[in-house]
């Protein structure tokens, strides 16, 4: 570890912790690490604290992407300290994620409630850093060592019927806004082997459908059991031979790290469900530039065009950044006819936000909030047409559902239709299911399905 202090006296708690809670926020990485870390204190007999009930441990597993991240950290933990002074009892606090990995220091300096700060690449090391804790110790480890994480995780024992699975992590990509080079490190890809057998635990403790995780997840590259050099396409090969995994998807991936094997899966591999996440964050080559994206508007359409060929009828789904330093109403402009020609079944955008260190934070001609406002809104409106106009599509098709929980009314259900559209039906059904529906009108979040 790489930095020990002692606990003030008051935050030392002579027997250990009984129950926990994992809080993650920000991506789908982040739930997975969280979904790992909760693993190892259930090894350690720690069980997690029934809902509503305070926690003896609390882990803040952070996000940094975008703002106000570090002062939602503080004013969770200074909520955790009010809600410890009442019960006459402080939880042990680990701060963990991006927050922890980029504000790790200042965390320490400013939270003194704060026993453990740990990042995304050294949480295997929490149940040791519980352990100093309960000795009254605090610890930091911001350590960054290349895949050495995984292989100290324990065996995956229990799964939702959609499971997420980390293959690849970090990014070297460096768009000029963006802070995960920083936090996250440099790409790595775990090895082939393990996915294979974690792919496979997983599928036997409850999996139906896993979702490859990375932040460049199309980087991924490794040997196969021949030990022939493969790309994600390969791996997602090895997953569909796996008897009882019905559905495999990926995400997020950069149009730079495409390759023809992937674009061919999609016509190749049944599993390997209909929907594409791929970036783009702008419509207009300066922006894109001045992004450092490595594509133009003009090759990302070229290259949805090869998908949509492989596989027609597929979901694409993507980022956006509006009010990138300097983008005009004119460049702005390119983002809403891109997005007219893509016809995206689903999307994320967002406001630019300045993160500390990264060259766009730097740049001239930072954008007013009220101008970043307007535009978001415009692009939302464009958005949600779109999504709607893809759900109709899609009404009157048949297709099965994966069922992930109870809906809210008596004899509901709710899963993901091949789309990743949410979709919730009545009938005879349990959590893990594949029901067949054809599906009906849908709203703005989610489709009505009929079992057939
Ligand atoms: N400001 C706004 N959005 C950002 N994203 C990443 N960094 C920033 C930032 N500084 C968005 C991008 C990325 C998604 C995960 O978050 O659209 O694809
Ligand atoms: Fe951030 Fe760009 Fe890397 Fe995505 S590709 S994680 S946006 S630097």
Same mark, same amino acid.
């Given at each position: 570890?790489?930095?020990?202090?002692?606990?003030?006296?008051?935050?030392?708690?002579?027997?250990?912790?009984?129950?926990?809670?994992?809080?993650?926020?920000?991506?789908?990485?982040?739930?997975?690490?969280?979904?790992?870390?909760?693993?190892?204190?259930?090894?350690?007999?720690?069980?997690?604290?029934?809902?509503?009930?305070?926690?003896?441990?609390?882990?803040?597993?952070?996000?940094?992407?975008?703002?106000?991240?570090?002062?939602?950290?503080?004013?969770?933990?200074?909520?955790?300290?009010?809600?410890?002074?009442?019960?006459?009892?402080?939880?042990?606090?680990?701060?963990?994620?991006?927050?922890?990995?980029?504000?790790?220091?200042?965390?320490?300096?400013?939270?003194?409630?704060?026993?453990?700060?740990?990042?995304?690449?050294?949480?295997?090391?929490?149940?040791?850093?519980?352990?100093?804790?309960?000795?009254?110790?605090?610890?930091?480890?911001?350590?960054?060592?290349?895949?050495?994480?995984?292989?100290?995780?324990?065996?995956?024992?229990?799964?939702?019927?959609?499971?997420?699975?980390?293959?690849?992590?970090?990014?070297?990509?460096?768009?000029?806004?963006?802070?995960?080079?920083?936090?996250?490190?440099?790409?790595?890809?775990?090895?082939?082997?393990?996915?294979?057998?974690?792919?496979?635990?997983?599928?036997?403790?409850?999996?139906?459908?896993?979702?490859?995780?990375?932040?460049?997840?199309?980087?991924?590259?490794?040997?196969?059991?021949?030990?022939?050099?493969?790309?994600?396409?390969?791996?997602?090969?090895?997953?569909?031979?796996?008897?009882?995994?019905?559905?495999?998807?990926?995400?997020?991936?950069?149009?730079?790290?495409?390759?023809?094997?992937?674009?061919?899966?999609?016509?190749?591999?049944?599993?390997?469900?209909?929907?594409?996440?791929?970036?783009?964050?702008?419509?207009?080559? =300066?922006?894109? +530039? #001045?992004? *450092?994206? %490595?594509?133009?508007? $003009?090759?990302?359409?070229? !290259?949805? @065009? &090869?998908?949509?060929?492989?596989?027609?009828?597929?979901?694409?789904?993507?980022?956006?950044?509006?009010?990138?330093?300097?983008?005009?109403?004119?460049?702005?402009?390119?983002?809403?006819?891109?997005?007219?020609?893509?016809?995206?079944?689903?999307?994320?955008?967002?406001?630019?936000?300045?993160?500390?260190?990264?060259?766009?934070?730097?740049?001239?001609?930072?954008?007013?909030?009220?101008?970043?406002?307007?535009?978001?809104?415009?692009?939302?409106?464009?958005?949600? =047409?779109?999504? +709607? #106009?893809? *759900?109709? %599509?899609?009404?009157? $098709?048949?297709?099965?559902? !994966?069922? @992930? &929980?109870?809906?809210?009314?008596?004899?509901?259900?709710?899963?993901?239709?091949?789309?990743?559209?949410?979709?919730?039906?009545?009938?005879?059904?349990?959590?893990?299911?594949?029901?067949?529906?054809?599906?009906?009108?849908?709203?703005?979040?989610?489709?009505?399905?009929?079992?057939?």
């Amino acid at each position: 570890m790489a930095e020990i202090d002692i606990l003030p006296a008051n935050r030392t708690s002579a027997d250990g912790p009984k129950t926990y809670r994992v809080k993650s926020f920000g991506c789908q990485m982040n739930v997975y690490d969280g979904e790992r870390m909760a693993e190892m204190l259930d090894e350690r007999g720690i069980l997690p604290a029934a809902e509503g009930e305070d926690a003896d441990l609390v882990v803040l597993n952070t996000c940094h992407i975008r703002e106000k991240a570090a002062e939602k950290v503080y004013s969770d933990i200074g909520r955790l300290e009010k809600a410890g002074r009442k019960a006459g009892k402080a939880p042990l606090i680990a701060v963990a994620g991006c927050v922890a990995q980029a504000e790790g220091e200042e965390i320490m300096a400013r939270a003194p409630a704060v026993s453990m700060v740990v990042g995304p690449q050294a949480y295997h090391r929490l149940p040791a850093m519980v352990d100093a804790a309960v000795a009254g110790q605090r610890s930091t480890d911001t350590d960054m060592p290349a895949d050495a994480k995984f292989a100290a995780l324990p065996r995956r024992r229990k799964s939702a019927p959609s499971a997420f699975l980390t293959v690849q992590e970090g990014c070297d990509k460096f768009c000029t806004y963006c802070v995960v080079p920083y936090t996250r490190g440099a790409e790595i890809s775990r090895p082939y082997a393990a996915l294979v057998e974690e792919a496979e635990r997983l599928v036997e403790a409850g999996a139906r459908e896993i979702t490859l995780l990375g932040q460049n997840v199309n980087a991924w590259t490794g040997s196969d059991d021949k030990g022939r050099s493969v790309g994600l396409a390969g791996l997602i090969h090895a997953l569909d031979r796996i008897g009882g995994l019905e559905r495999i998807r990926y995400t997020t991936s950069h149009p730079a790290d495409m390759d023809d094997a992937l674009i061919a899966a999609h016509g190749e591999v049944a599993k390997l469900m209909p929907y594409l996440h791929l970036p783009v964050q702008s419509g207009n080559d =300066r922006v894109l +530039r #001045a992004m *450092n994206r %490595s594509h133009t508007a $003009e090759g990302y359409l070229r !290259l949805l @065009e &090869r998908f949509r060929a492989a596989r027609p009828g597929m979901a694409i789904s993507g980022d956006f950044i509006v009010g990138f330093p300097g983008e005009t109403e004119a460049e702005f402009a390119d983002t809403l006819s891109l997005v007219a020609e893509v016809g995206y079944a689903a999307a994320f955008s967002f406001k630019y936000s300045p993160r500390p260190g990264t060259p766009a934070a730097a740049m001239d001609g930072q954008v007013a909030e009220e101008v970043m406002d307007e535009r978001l809104q415009r692009l939302q409106a464009a958005l949600q =047409r779109d999504s +709607r #106009a893809f *759900n109709h %599509s899609k009404s009157g $098709e048949t297709c099965d559902v !994966l069922v @992930e &929980r109870k809906g809210r009314r008596e004899g509901q259900w709710i899963g993901k239709s091949p789309w990743l559209q949410s979709v919730h039906f009545y009938g005879d059904a349990a959590i893990g299911d594949m029901v067949r529906v054809t599906l009906g009108e849908a709203g703005p979040n989610s489709a009505a399905g009929t079992p057939v």
